[in-house]
C-alpha cells in the first residue's frame, strides 16, 4: 500500500468540545494527566464514556474518574465517577478500560497502587455496584489462589471474562457471573488455563472481545503474542461460551500472523461480523510497517479485503494501534516515529483518498518535543455517527503553564 510522502493534517472537528478537545480534569499548572480510555455507549444514545488520571507534581494529589460525555463533548452529569471517594485510605487507582453490558452497567480495568489490578462494576447510574463480588469491584489477588495478572475484560451475555497472567506468564481466562462469582459452567469451575493449548510460549495477552453469534451465545477472541524459537508472532483463539476453545474457527481454534507480525488492535463489526487486526509487521533491518488484516467469522482471511493478504502501509517507521468498521470502510490511528497518524481504507484494502483528500492518511497532535495533543495508544477510539468525528484519548501538554491535560481529541471524517 504506496503511501505518499507528503504528509497532510487529519482535519480536527473545532465543533467538539473546546476548539476540537474535551478536558476531563481541572487544568492546573504543573499536574500531568491524560485520558486512557473511550466507549462508545451502546445503551444511551450518543453518549461516550472516557477514564483519566492526573497527578500533581509537587503536591502529589492524584485523582481519577470515568465521565459521560455527549457527542459534541460537552460533559453528561447524569454519570459521574470519582475514584478517589471509593479507594482506601493512602491508594489510588489508574483506570485503564472501560467496558458496557447490555444493561447499561459500566465496568472499569485498572491497577490500584501497592496493589494487584481491580475491576470494578458501576450501575448505569453511576453508584458502585455492591451486588458484584459484595463489594462492587474485584482485586486481581483475590479472585483464585494464585495472584493474577488483569489484562483485558470483556462482557458476555450473561457475565463477563477477564483475560489474565499467572505469576509464571500463563495465558488464564477468568469467567464471572453478573454478581462477580466465579462461573462454574466456564472451564474448571470459571477458570480456563489456555496456556497448554496455544502454540509456542508466551510473550504476552494483547487484545480481548466478545461476539455475539445468532443465537445469542458469546464466541471470547484473545488476541496474544506468541513466539517458537526465536520467532515472534500473533494468534488469535476463539473460545466458546463454555470455555473449550472452537475449532471451527482458524486452524483448530487459531489463526496465527506471519512470523515478525505484531497485532496489538482487535475489533468486530456487529454489522459485516468481520474481525480487524491491525499493528505492524518487522522488516529485516528491524523497522516495523503498519499492517491490518481482516478475517471472516470463521477465522479466514476476507478475501474481499486485498485478497485476503495483509495491507502493509508504505512507512517503515510505525503501527497501527487501532481500527473499527463504520458505513462499511475502515478507520484507524496508528503512531509513527514522529508523529501520530490517522487513517481511512476501504472495504478492500484501498485507501479512501476522500480522506484527507488526496491521500486517504493524515497526521494529528503534536510532535515531539513541541507542546500539543499527544495520543495514549493503549486507549480505544469511538465514532460519533451523526457528527462523524472520530474521538481520540490522550494529554494536551501546554509547556508554557508546565501542565499536561488529559484529553478527548475529535478528528473530522466527513
Known amino acids: 500500500m504506496k503511501a505518499s510522502a507528503a504528509l497532510s493534517d487529519a482535519p480536527v472537528d473545532r465543533s467538539f468540545g473546546n476548539e476540537g478537545y474535551a478536558y476531563l480534569l481541572a487544568q492546573e499548572p504543573k499536574s500531568a494527566g491524560v485520558c486512557t480510555d473511550i466507549l462508545k455507549s451502546h445503551v444511551r444514545q450518543d453518549r461516550y464514556y472516557a477514564c483519566a488520571f492526573q497527578s500533581h507534581k509537587e503536591t502529589q494529589v492524584f485523582n481519577s474518574a470515568v465521565w459521560l460525555l455527549d457527542g459534541d463533548g460537552e460533559r453528561d452529569h447524569s454519570f459521574t465517577v470519582d475514584f478517589g471517594s471509593l479507594m482506601e485510605k493512602d491508594k489510588t487507582f489508574i483506570p485503564y478500560s472501560l467496558m458496557e453490558d447490555r444493561k447499561g452497567n459500566l465496568l472499569c480495568l485498572g491497577e490500584v497502587s501497592k496493589n494487584p489490578h481491580r475491576l470494578w462494576k458501576f450501575k448505569n447510574t453511576g453508584e458502585l455496584d455492591k451486588s458484584f463480588a459484595s463489594t462492587g469491584f474485584i482485586d486481581s489477588d483475590r479472585l483464585t489462589a494464585e495472584r493474577l495478572n ?61 461476539t455475539t453469534h445468532a443465537d445469542g451465545s458469546n464466541r471470547v477472541l484473545l488476541l496474544s503474542l506468541r513466539g517458537v524459537g526465536d520467532d515472534l508472532f500473533s494468534v488469535l483463539s476463539a473460545i466458546d461460551s463454555k470455555g473449550r476453545l472452537d475449532t471451527s474457527f482458524g486452524n483448530n481454534g487459531h489463526f496465527k500472523s506471519e512470523n515478525a507480525t505484531f497485532y496489538r488492535g482487535l475489533s468486530c463489526s456487529s454489522v459485516s461480523s468481520l474481525v480487524t487486526l491491525c499493528g505492524g509487521h518487522m522488516l529485516a533491518d528491524e523497522s516495523m510497517q503498519p499492517d491490518i488484516i481482516r478475517l ?17 502501509f508504505d512507512a517503515n517507521a510505525g503501527m497501527w494501534h487501532h481500527m473499527i468498521e463504520y458505513e462499511g470502510r475502515l478507520v484507524g490511528v496508528g503512531s509513527f516515529y514522529n508523529h501520530n497518524r490517522a487513517v481511512r481504507y476501504q472495504a478492500d484494502g484501498t485507501l479512501d483518498v476522500t480522506f484527507v483528500s488526496p491521500w486517504g492518511h493524515g497526521a494529528f497532535g503534536a510532535v515531539p518535543p513541541n507542546p500539543g495533543f499527544y495520543m495514549d495508544g493503549n486507549s480505544s477510539i469511538a465514532f460519533v455517527p451523526a457528527s462523524k468525528r472520530l474521538l481520540i484519548c490522550g494529554d494536551v501538554n501546554v509547556t508554557a503553564q508546565n501542565q499536561v491535560a488529559a484529553a478527548v481529541l475529535a478528528l473530522a471524517l466527513g
Open 150 to 210: 488483569f489484562r483485558f475484560a470483556a462482557a458476555l451475555s450473561d457475565g463477563y471474562v477477564i483475560a489474565c497472567h499467572t505469576p509464571d506468564f500463563k495465558t488464564v481466562l477468568v469467567a464471572l457471573s453478573p454478581d462477580g462469582t466465579l462461573k462454574p459452567t466456564f472451564g474448571n469451575e470459571g477458570v480456563l488455563d489456555l496456556e497448554s493449548q496455544l502454540p509456542g510460549y508466551g510473550a504476552g495477552i494483547t487484545g480481548l472481545i466478545a
Open 296 to 312: 471472516t467469522s470463521n477465522g479466514a482471511p476476507d478475501q474481499d479485503f486485498n485478497k485476503g493478504a495483509p495491507v502493509r
